[in-house]
Each structure stands twice: as C-alpha cells, then as structure tokens.
C-alpha cells in the first residue's frame, strides 16, 4: 500500500469529523429520536401527576391572559385552588402555543407546545452540559459527553415529549450557573446573579445549590482571588436588580405585602435582595484592610444580620412549605410519597431494581471529592463539580425529591471512576484528563461503595416502619392505567375522587370540576377525598355535601371479591367492586374502563346525570 492510500485510511471519515466538531448536535438527536420513540410507544419516564395541572395551568394562562391571577378554575375544594407556580415557568410553552394557534388550532397548539419544548429546552441544556464536560479537562469531550449523558440519563429525561414540569428549566439553569461559574470575568457573574434570582423566583427547591453559587463568589473575594471583588460586586448587584425586577413581573401590586411560603413572595425577595446588597457592599467596607479573616467576618455579620431580620419577619416560612397543612393529610398523603421521604426512611431501598443504580451514582458523586483530595487534583472546574456533587448527595439522601439531579453530576464523576479502571489502550485513552488520579485504581469506587454497604446495613438493623395504606390510595391504584376519562359531563359536574384520578380529569380540555388533585395548595380538597373512604368516617355522605360534588370516580375492582379489602376498607371496597350504597347511582361505563364512576345529586337536590360518553354506552358488567 502506498504511503499516500495509509495516510487516506488514517483520516478519520467525514461523519467522525463531523462528530467530533458538534457532538451536542449528535447527543441532542439521539437523545430526542430516543424519548420521541418512547413517547409514541406509550412509556411514561416521568409519570408524574404534575403534568396533567401544568397542561390545565397552561391552558388557563392562554385563555383568561391574565399573568398575575393563578386561581385555577375547575378545581374547586369547594374552596378556590391557587397554584404555587409562577407564571414565568407557563410562558414557553404559552407562547410556543399561542404562536402555533392560528395554523393547528388551540388544543392542537397546546399539544404540539407540550412535546417541543421540553426538546427546545434540552439542546441549551446539553450546550452547557458538554461545557461543563469541557471545562473538568477530558482530553476527547466528544467520548466523554455522551458517556456521561448515558450516566446522567434519569435528569436528562425531564426534557422528554410532554414533561412539562418545571424541573428541566431548574436544570438548564443551573447548569447555565455552573458554566458561568468556570469564567472569571466580571460579565460572567453579572449574568449569574440574574439566572440565580431567575432560578429563585421559579422555585425556592434549588437554593441550596444557588447558595453554594454564592459560596463560590464569596471564598474567591474573601481569598483575594484575581477578580475576586469585581465578581462578587457584579453577581450582587445583578442579583438585586433581578429579584426586584421578578417580583414586579410576577407578584400583583395588590400581593406586595402578602406572605407566601411556597412561591415567590415578599420573603423570597427579601432574602434575594438582602444577599445582593451584602455582596455588593461588603468589598467597599473591608477595602484593602486585613486579609481573609476580616473579610469572612464582614460577610458573616452581614449573613447573620439578614437571616435574623428574615426570621423576625418571615417566621412562618421558617418551617416547610407542608407545616400549614392538617397533619390528617400530612400523615396519610404527603408522608406517604417517596419522593417526599429521605433514603432512610424509604422501604423499597435495599435488594430493589434500584439499588445498583443508587451505588454507581453514590460512586460517581463522590469521586471528584476523592480526586480533590490530593493538592495535584485540585483545579478550579473540578473543585465546584466535586462541591456540587456533594450538595446533590447530601440533599438525595435526605430528600428524595433531589434525587433526580444527582445524576448530572454522577454522570461525569461516573467518567473518572471508568477511566481509571481501564488501561490507557482503547477507550480508556479516550477518557483521559489533565487531572492525576487516584494511585489506585479502585480508589474512586471505594468511597461509594462504603456508603452504598452503610446504607444496606442500616436498613437491614433499621427497618422503616410500615403504616397501614389509606383506601384512598388503595382507590387511587388506576393512575398509571392507560384511559382517557368519560367525556360528556352535565354543566355544572364535580367529581369527588382520590386526587391522582382528578388530575386526569383536570387536564380534559372539557371535563367536570374536581375536588382535589395532588398538590399541596389542594390540601382541603385532599383531606375529604381521603375522609370520604376512611372507615373511620362515619357518615362519608357529610363529606361529599361539605365537598358539593355531584359524582364520584374511583379505580374499579372488575374480578372476584376481594374479602381482605372488603374486611378493611368496607365502604371503599363496595365502590370499588360495584356495590355502591343507596344514596349513589353508578353510571355505565366500558367494560374496559379502569373506572366506576357514581352520580349523587345536583345542588338543588336534583339527581346528577351521568356522563353521555360515546366509549362508555354499555351497563356495567
């Protein structure tokens, strides 16, 4: 062969320069090809009841055009229900909605809106993130990226078709705020105290990372870093501009002086500009005098100052967004939701499919930590990866609720613990950094290993204990069940049902009311649905004339009698079973339908009519 035909096979193809020169765009195709087939296949990754309000809240927002009001029609407890969402986390999908209108037509607009732009949305995230990976110092980013998007794919599929939550805009900005973090120059923390009052004022969930954020600009003014003080002053005052400029935007001038714990209110911006103005001063009091222990007792008075006056105004916040809510619900609903448990206390921890996933992102959490360890493993990326890793563990084992972020910071730890197990031929020199590993290999796994075997040990001497299941979740069991809910109401219907079961019908372009959903704003809605089958309840008829529904949904029971649920829950499981008492109706339904549905009666006292659904035209069997 000639030396010229040896040099030709040497080159890489065109597809592999093209590869290496744009692997965002690869990863964001595979990425979007792979959720667009599970989609269409009918996989939920993220059954999440969520979606269904936010599809309802989105609605409103494009039909009454009214950004300052988040009374949300159609459910109604009979109180009304006021979302804790602010308005900003509607407005892609509203306009993405309201531009498409005029050529598909308002419910088609919605739905293309809900499955493009969770897709919009993950191309900026995957920009940062392969920043990010950049940034750490991998020798060939376009073979780390999508290794690590493999390891971090659980975050990542909250930008799937129709995950309209809020959470993937939390993580594209907070992968934003990482990548400006790398930057040194004062532009770079001017625009992260922006995206940090933005991230704040979509929900308060993420402070914990947004305070490290401040940690981060605070230790490098309090250590003289170069620019540490033109940051610091910079990332203040834009934080303060942009919580103001929020609260304008999102809080009606008639809320100014309301409190409320659980979105973005008169505490929440107070906080945001107490720390804004604390930066922005302290650099022009300390001056040049002294060195890091004068500075960090400065920023320490001003922190301690600020929390006080916030704990003397605000006392109420100082408790979780649930304190306010009747421990009724709290004891037989919230505390009852994984996510709303820490790894301690959930029972489903040890020999589940999850445990080996927990492991390797336990493993890849803390092995940047170990790498920093060592005074050569130290640059200024991987110290706030390694700090980020170690916030996001801490906060899943304590809260399961961060438990779908960890990944993004697992998924590139995930890369060192690979590259350092496997020889420098193949991969394995693909996979290579600047950054010296541990001496030895297993060095990176053994840390989370042990955390790994110390929480299987403690779940095996601690055992969470087991309450009995409320019939109301038991009722609530057909959630996940593929089935679109009966169409045809009579004006003026609402359904009393488990609140799983009335997301689904909240989200019906034209449906009943409901009484409740599941979410904490719906907490008296949440308490009479869960009274209503409690068999402790001694007349539930009280509970549906205090709710003022019309008719009752709950999951149906279409096989055999079930004698241990008919001895526990007697009420609940003659519903259930079709066996309803005297005083209830059941309407028709397919014999398909994981439903029965019952008719009570109307608010002047008329019997309510059932609904006229086409699907659901045949007796019950």
């Known amino acids: 062969m000639s030396t010229g035909a040896i040099r030709a096979a040497a080159q890489p193809s065109g597809l592999l320069r093209l590869y290496t020169s744009m692997p965002v765009l690869f990863c964001f195709c595979a990425m979007a090809i792979l959720t667009t087939a599970l989609w269409c296949l009918g996989f939920q990754l993220n059954n999440d009841a969520d979606d269904l309000l936010k599809l309802h809240e989105i609605r409103t927002l494009l039909e009454t055009g009214n950004i300052f009001d988040r009374t949300l029609p159609g459910i109604v407890q009979p109180e009304p229900y006021v979302s804790h969402w602010p308005w900003i986390v509607d407005l892609p999908y509203a306009a993405f909605a309201r531009l498409f209108a005029p050529f598909a037509g308002f419910e088609p607009a919605l739905t293309v809106a809900s499955f493009a732009v969770p897709l919009l949305l993950l191309a900026p995230a995957l920009y940062f993130y392969n920043r990010l990976v950049t940034a750490i ?163 320490l008075v001003f922190a301690a100052a600020s929390a006080a006056v916030l704990a003397v105004l605000f006392p109420q916040c100082l408790a979780s967004p649930y304190a306010s809510i009747d421990a009724y619900v709290r004891d037989n609903m919230i505390n009852r939701i994984l996510q709303e448990l820490s790894l301690f206390r959930r029972p489903d921890v040890v020999l589940s499919t999850g445990f080996l996933s927990m492991a390797l992102l336990f493993i890849g959490a803390l092995a940047p930590a170990v790498i920093c360890a060592r005074p050569e493993g130290r640059s200024r990326p991987l110290v706030i990866l390694a700090l980020f890793a170690l916030v996001s563990l801490a906060l899943a084992i304590g809260y399961v609720r961060y438990y779908r972020y960890l990944p993004i910071f697992s998924g590139i730890g995930l890369i060192f613990a690979l590259a350092s197990l496997l020889p420098n031929a193949g991969l394995g020199r693909y996979l290579k950094s600047p950054v010296p590993a541990a001496s030895h290999g297993y060095a990176l796994i053994l840390p989370g290993l042990v955390l790994s075997g110390a929480m299987v040990l403690y779940h095996l001497s601690v055992k969470p204990a087991h309450a009995a299941v409320p019939a109301a979740e038991l009722a609530d069991g057909c959630y996940s069940s593929p089935f679109e809910p009966e169409q045809g109401w009579p004006s003026g219907a609402i359904v009393l049902s488990p609140p799983l079961i009335g997301s689904r019908f909240v989200a019906l372009a034209e449906g009943p009311k409901v009484v409740t959903i599941p979410n904490h704003p719906s907490a008296k809605g949440i308490e009479r649905s869960y009274r209503f089958l409690d068999p402790a309840t001694a007349d539930p008829r009280a509970i549906l004339d205090a709710s003022k529904a019309t008719h009752v949904a709950i999951c149906a029971w279409r096989g055999p009698p079930l004698p241990g649920l008919e001895a526990a829950y007697p009420f609940a499981a003659g519903l259930i079973e079709g066996r309803p008492p005297a005083w209830l109706r059941e309407c028709p339904t397919k014999a398909s339908s994981p439903l029965r549905i019952y008719s009570y009666r109307n608010a002047d006292g008329s019997d309510a009519a059932c609904p006229t659904s086409t699907l659901a035209a045949q007796a019950r069997p």
């Open 137 to 299: 110092g991998f020798a060939y980013p376009a073979v780390a990226l999508p290794l690590a998007l493999i390891f971090a794919a659980r975050s990542f599929f909250e930008f799937a078709p129709g995950r309209i939550d809020y959470h993937n805009l939390q993580i594209l900005l907070l992968l934003a705020a990482l990548v400006l973090m790398m930057s040194q120059n004062r532009f770079s923390a001017f625009v992260n105290g922006l995206l940090t009052a933005l991230a704040i004022a979509v929900s308060a969930e993420f402070a914990p990372f947004y305070a490290l954020v401040m940690a981060v600009y605070a230790f490098d003014w309090i250590f003289d870093r170069e620019g540490g003080e033109s940051r610091i002053v910079g990332f203040g005052l834009a934080l303060t501009v942009g919580a103001i400029a929020l609260f304008a935007a999102i809080v009606p001038p008639s809320a100014y002086t309301a409190v409320r714990c659980d979105t973005y209110s008169t505490p929440h911006v107070t906080a945001l500009v107490a720390a804004g103005l604390s930066f922005a001063v302290v650099p022009l009091l300390a001056g040049r005098r002294g060195g890091w222990p004068m500075r960090s007792a400065i920023l």
